[in-house]
C-alpha cells in the first residue's frame, strides 16, 4: 500500500529561467573574431605576454584557418577556471602553460599545434577524472592543484606514447591513401569505400592518435585485447567501412560525405555518464574532396534505436 | 513501517550500498543510484504522481550519507568536465547531468550540503559557461531535448546561433574539423571564392 502522497512542485528558480536566445545578436557577431579574441585573453591568462604571443602568432591571421584551428582546439577544450581568479585558477595555470609548450613546439603550423594541444588534453581530462574519482573528500581547489602536480610529472610519457603511437600507424598506414572518383554513382562510392577500407586514414598523424586514443576503449574487447590502441581503432575502423551500413549519404558539387554505421555486441557498448543508453553501434563519418582524397573525419559508439 | 513500491525500495537500496563505500567505488557506484531516482523522476511524470514524503525523507538522509555525497561530487565533477568542453563535444552530455543534478537539488539535498563547503558556489560558477559563450555551442534540436526535461532547466536553450550550419554542428559534436583537410587558402565546401 502506497503511504500518502504530495503533489510535486519543481522549486528551482534559477536567475536564467527566462533567457532567450537573440537571433540579432548571432548576426552581429563573427565567430572567428570572438575566437581570436578568447584566445589573447586565453594565452594571457596562461602566463604568455603579448611580446610571446606576437612572437608566436609571427605573421598569421589570426581569424583565417591555421591560427582558427588552434583557437578551436584551446577554447573547445577548456581548462577547468580558465579566464578566472583566485586559488584553482593559480592551482590550474600551469598544467595549461605545459599544454601550450607541448603544442607550440610546432609552431607555426598551427594545425599540428592545435593537434598536439587536442591529446594532451586528453591525458589532462583523464587524469582528472582520476583525481576527482579517488580524492573526494579534498576541496576542488587542492584536486585541481593534484591533477597539475600529476600532468606535469607525466609529460615524459605523454611524448612517449604520442611517438609510439605515430610510430605504430606508420607502420599500418603505408603506402597510397585511399582515393574516391566522386562523379560515380552512390552505390560506385560506396563499393569504392568498402573496397578501400583497409587504407582509409585519418589524415596528420598526431590527429590520428589523439581520436584513437580518445575511442579506442569503445571498440568491443574483443576488438582491443592484445592490440595497440592505434592498430585497434583502424582495424575497427576498416571494419565499420566494410561491414557496416551507409546511415548518410550526401553528394555536394565539390565533396560527398557517408557515414557508415554497424551494430555493437549487446552490452558491449560503452556506458555514458550520462545515464543516456548504453551505446550499440560504432559509427564511421567519411569524407571526400573532389580531388579524390578520402579521410575518416572521426568514428565513434553512439546509442541509437534499433532501425527496421 | 513504511511500504516503499520495488522501485522506491530499489533506488534506497542503491543509496544504502554506497552510503558507507570509499574512493573510487563511492564515485563509480552513484550514476546507477542517480538513474534509479531518475527512473521514478520519469515514472511519476508519466502519471501524475509525486514524491512520497517518506520516500523523500528516507533517500533524503541517504544521500546525506559520506558515500553518496562524495559519489554526487565526483559526479558533479563529470557535469563540470562536460560543461568544459560545452564549444565542442560535451554540451549535451553536460546539460544530461547538469538536469539530473537540479532534480537532485530541487527534491532531496540542496547542492551546497552535498559539497565540500569550500566548494558551495561551484554550481553558479558551471551555469555561468553556458551563458558566456552562448554564440559558439552548437545548438540542440527541441525535438531532441528528453521529454522529462522540466522548462525551468534553460541550459538547454542556452546556444544563441540557432543558424549555425549543420557543417559546423556536426564539426563540433563528432569533434572533428574539415579544414584539417584543407591548405590555408583552398576553397572549402560552403565557403564563397570572396572568402
Known amino acids: 500500500m502506497r503511504s500518502r502522497s504530495y503533489p510535486i512542485h519543481p522549486r528551482s528558480e534559477t536567475p536564467h529561467a527566462t533567457h532567450t536566445p537573440r537571433p540579432e545578436d548571432d548576426h552581429r557577431i563573427d565567430p572567428q573574431a570572438i575566437n581570436a579574441k578568447n584566445m589573447l585573453e586565453a594565452l594571457a591568462w596562461a602566463g604568455m605576454s603579448e611580446q610571446e604571443i606576437a612572437q608566436t602568432r609571427g605573421n598569421a591571421n589570426p581569424e583565417k584557418r591555421p591560427w582558427q584551428r588552434l583557437c578551436s582546439a584551446v577554447m573547445n577544450n577548456e581548462f577547468p577556471e580558465m579566464g578566472s581568479t583566485g586559488p584553482e585558477a593559480e592551482a590550474v595555470k600551469p598544467a595549461m602553460a605545459k599544454a601550450l609548450s607541448f603544442s607550440l613546439e610546432k609552431a607555426p603550423d598551427f594545425k599540428e599545434c592545435a593537434y598536439r594541444y587536442e591529446y594532451f588534453m586528453a591525458f589532462y581530462n583523464a587524469t582528472l577524472s582520476d583525481v576527482e574519482e579517488r580524492h573526494l573528500h579534498l576541496p576542488n581547489v587542492e584536486q585541481l592543484k593534484e591533477a597539475t602536480s600529476q600532468i606535469l610529472r607525466s609529460e615524459g610519457d605523454i611524448r612517449q606514447t604520442l611517438k609510439s603511437d605515430i610510430q605504430k600507424l606508420n607502420e599500418l598506414r603505408t603506402g597510397n591513401s585511399a582515393s574516391v572518383d566522386i562523379t560515380l554513382s552512390k552505390e560506385e562510392i560506396v563499393a569504392s569505400l568498402r573496397k578501400q577500407a583497409a587504407i582509409v586514414g585519418m589524415g596528420p598523424d598526431t590527429s590520428t592518435a589523439y581520436h584513437a586514443r580518445k575511442h579506442y576503449m569503445e571498440l568491443p574487447a574483443s576488438e582491443r585485447d592484445g592490440l595497440h590502441p592505434v592498430e585497434a581503432y583502424l582495424n575497427g575502423l576498416e571494419k565499420t567501412i566494410r561491414e557496416g551500413k551507409v546511415t548518410n549519404f550526401k553528394k555536394g558539387a565539390n565533396s560527398v560525405n557517408v557515414s557508415f554505421s554497424r551494430n555493437l555486441p549487446p552490452g558491449q557498448g560503452k556506458l555514458p555518464k550520462d545515464g543516456t543508453p548504453q551505446h550499440n553501434k560504432i559509427f564511421s563519418a567519411l569524407f571526400v574532396k573532389k580531388s579524390g582524397d578520402t579521410r575518416a573525419l572521426t568514428m565513434h559508439s553512439k546509442s541509437e534505436p534499433e532501425g527496421p | ?195
Not at chain 2, 32 to 54: I, K, N, Q
Not at chain 2, 101 to 119: K, R, S, Y
Not at chain 2, 137 to 152: F, G, H, Q, R
Request: aromatic share 12%; with cysteine.
Open chain 2, 1 to 195: 513501517m513504511v511500504d516503499f513500491s520495488p522501485e522506491e525500495q530499489a533506488a534506497l537500496e542503491l543509496l544504502r550500498k554506497n552510503a558507507d563505500a570509499v574512493p573510487p567505488d563511492s564515485a563509480r557506484n552513484f550514476p546507477e543510484a542517480v538513474e534509479s531516482l531518475m527512473r521514478l523522476w520519469e515514472d511519476h511524470h508519466r502519471s501524475g504522481r509525486a514524491w512520497s514524503p517518506d520516500f523523500v525523507e528516507e533517500a533524503a538522509r541517504l544521500l546525506r550519507k559520506e558515500g553518496n555525497r562524495h559519489g554526487f561530487t565526483a559526479y558533479f565533477g563529470a557535469c563540470r568536465r562536460y560543461s568544459l568542453r560545452r564549444r565542442g563535444d560535451g554540451f549535451v552530455s553536460a546539460c544530461y547531468l547538469r538536469s539530473k543534478i537540479q532534480i537532485l537539488t530541487d527534491e532531496f539535498v540542496p547542492f551546497a550540503d552535498f559539497m565540500h563547503p569550500a566548494d558551495s558556489g561551484a554550481l553558479e560558477k558551471v551555469d555561468k559557461l553556458y551563458i558566456k559563450d552562448a554564440n559558439d555551442i552548437a545548438p540542440i534540436p527541441p525535438e531532441e531535448i528528453p521529454w522529462w526535461v522540466p522548462e525551468s532547466h534553460w541550459w538547454w536553450r542556452a546556444p544563441t546561433r540557432l543558424d549555425m550550419s549543420q557543417q559546423e554542428i556536426d564539426e563540433k559534436i563528432h569533434d572533428y574539423s574539415l579544414s584539417d583537410f584543407y591548405d590555408e587558402d583552398e576553397e572549402m565546401p560552403g565557403e564563397t571564392s570572396q572568402n
